[in-house]
RNA sequence: GGAGAGAUGGGUGAGUGGCUUAAACCAGCAGUUUGCUAAACUGCCGUAUGGGUAACUGUACCGGGGGUUCGAAUCCCCCUCUCUCCGCCA
């Protein structure tokens, strides 16, 4: 959500920006501004209404206490229609509020100065490459052949406990599975985040911190007795920690990881592309979230940027960076970085990672801010995340990458954690 | 799930309709004085929003939402959460 002071001061250069994501905003502007007006009008005027009925009310109370019953009696009399006419004007107030805010948040995060402009995904800037593409015998497999022929995942043990899109990890697969989280865990610690554990159903109010509620209903799953949400992301919680709290600039950066299971219903997104692990309706990932100070938030996001870049390295995948065009960002980012990694069997690249930062566009929705030392003045905080990693696709890319005649291989600095050096 | 008691500023905690401009204490910040792992004293010490270049000032906020009243932290209704006891339970 962006400020209404920013939107206020620099309506223009607001407009302008937006434009790089393709968004037309000067209509939406234009209507919070003059509900903007009218609003800070009519509240100008109610408050002073108001302060008149503070004073007579204090006055009643000292009249009674002096016995005055009579003046006080008087005095009541003007109360009536000054009440009657505070409350003609809270009454339309509230709606205008409401209105206010409604247009606001459909205003998207205004992208960073350096990010390209573009369409879709086409248009996004390759920032490095890396890694070694294998070269594949032509009977290579892709991996959902592998993992029916090694039965570490079974889809359709999923589909008979629950539904299509939630497998079941099944030996090596599970140990395989327990040791990326374990590993991308302790790299994340080693790099200085706090690890936290957190719900992983949330309520409305947590969801509407980080802009899943109300928009984005349909995409999460929803615990209609009690009125939980079960998380898409670990962002959820792990940002809404952060909400309604005031923090020290001392204090600034926080880091934060978590590894949280993740739920999407996915509507309406599937397809033949998105077969086998390639989409699913619960996954595993870890997540790493940044809390900064603004002046520091983009060495944040490239340190960010690193730490993920560490861990395709470490786990020997061919990868690329790309920096996303105003075109394909999402809603609330003002510059993200896509991770993905090479699947020699499928010959594509698949996203397993975003790292994004979001300015101060999070933490005004989360009223997360923070005091300079020795300042009275509060302000918002720059909000950042990423993917450190999501599992499926990197499970995905391992067993197509590493597949040999005697079984698939196991990067090494995943040994210590597997137990096992082949699947076989 | 049942019964009872609660929710007040960063913390402890007073406040049962107007004397509250939310006391007092602790913590924190600034200063004065003494002089040295510190104490005493003085002042400051919430958030949001409106007006104002600013100093300043209006309004709202005592778990959340409604209501009664000229006036609500205080009375009434609904909700949420916490504690105690009982029940159930990994």
């Not at 009008?41 to 009643?60: P, V």
């Amino acid at each position: 959500m962006l400020t209404i002071n920013l939107i206020r001061e620099k309506k223009d250069f607001v407009i302008e920006r937006l434009k790089l994501k393709n968004f037309n905003a000067e209509i939406i502007v234009e209507k919070i501004l003059e509900l903007d007006s009218s609003r800070r009008e009519i509240q100008s005027k109610a408050n002073q209404l108001e302060s008149e009925m503070n004073k007579i009310s204090k006055e009643i109370g000292n009249l009674m206490k002096n016995g005055m019953k009579e003046e006080a009696e008087n005095a009541k009399g003007k109360t009536y229609s000054l009440k009657e006419e505070i409350k003609t004007l809270l009454d339309k107030l509230e709606p205008i509020e409401n209105e206010l805010k409604s247009e606001i948040v459909k205003l998207p995060n205004m992208p960073h100065e350096s990010v390209a402009p573009g369409i879709g995904a086409d248009d996004n800037v390759k920032v490095k490459e890396g890694g070694i593409i294998p070269e594949l015998k032509d009977n290579a497999l892709a991996h959902w052949d592998l993992i029916k022929k090694y039965n570490i995942i079974d889809f359709d043990l999923g589909t008979k406990l629950t539904g299509a899109g939630f497998p079941v990890y099944i030996g090596k697969g599970a140990r395989l599975e327990r040791s990326l989280i374990s590993f991308f865990l302790d790299e994340g610690v080693k790099a200085g985040y706090t690890e936290v554990m957190p719900p992983i159903m949330v309520n409305e109010d947590s969801g509407f911190g980080t802009g899943q509620l109300p928009d984005k209903e349909g995409q999460m799953y929803h615990v209609g007795l009690d009125n939980y949400y079960l998380i898409p992301t670990a962002e959820v919680p792990v940002t809404n920690i952060y909400r309604d709290v005031i923090l020290n600039s001392d204090d600034l950066p926080l880091k934060n990881i978590a590894y949280t299971p993740c739920f999407r219903r996915e509507a309406g997104s599937w397809g033949a592309h998105v077969r086998g692990l390639n989409r699913l309706h619960q996954f595993d990932k870890v997540e790493i979230v940044q809390i900064a100070h603004p002046d520091n938030s983009y060495k944040s996001l490239e340190e960010m940027v690193a730490h993920v870049e560490s861990l395709i390295i470490k786990l020997e995948l061919p990868y690329r960076i790309l920096r996303l065009c105003g075109g394909d960002m999402s809603f609330t980012s003002s510059l993200t970085y896509d991770f993905e990694v090479w699947s020699a069997a499928q010959k594509r690249w698949l996203e397993v990672s975003s790292v994004s930062n979001f300015e101060s566009f999070q933490s005004n929705r989360l009223k997360c801010r923070f005091k300079e030392k020795g300042e009275k003045q509060t302000k918002l905080v720059h909000s950042l995340n990423g993917s450190a990693l999501a599992l499926p696709r990197i499970v995905a890319a391992i067993l197509e990458n590493n597949q040999t005649e005697n079984g698939i291989r196991i990067p090494s600095a995943l040994i210590p954690y597997t137990g096992f050096e082949i699947i076989n």
